[in-house]
Nanobody, 126 residues
């Protein structure tokens, strides 16, 4: 599967934004999916992950309660709804995929994913 992220942009603090990740190729529904982000001068960090069916979700503590990850397998699309954004959320957001068996646990580390999108820039102004 190949991934293409989109939907980034400039938003004021306190605002909302939704980024999307479209998959090209078969078997999107067999992939656990995740969002990571990388701010300038910092390492890439985990944001959120969702299982193949969408039944299991996990978030980084820094975004819990503000961000929502979701997926629509029929549309081969992953979403990240971001609310109550603050300048610390400014980063390039990357989607990632890993083909897994149905009972595989969700990964929260970069090495647990083997397919990556190109990233989309999210900038939050104060």
């Amino acid at each position: 599967v190949q991934l293409q992220a989109s939907g980034g942009g400039l938003v004021q603090a306190g605002g909302s934004l939704r980024v999307s990740c479209t998959a090209f190729g078969p078997q999107f529904s067999r992939n656990n999916m995740a969002w990571f982000r990388q701010a300038p001068g910092k390492e890439r960090e985990f944001v959120a992950a969702i299982s193949r069916s969408g039944s299991t979700i996990t978030y980084a503590d820094s975004v819990k309660g503000r961000f929502t990850i979701s997926r629509v397998n029929d549309k081969k699309t992953l979403y990240l709804q971001m609310n109550s954004l603050n300048p610390e959320d400014t980063a390039v957001y990357y989607c990632a995929a890993k083909s897994v068996i149905l009972t595989a646990p969700l990964g929260t580390h970069q090495y647990e994913y083997d397919t990556w999108g190109q990233g989309t820039q999210v900038t939050v102004s104060s």
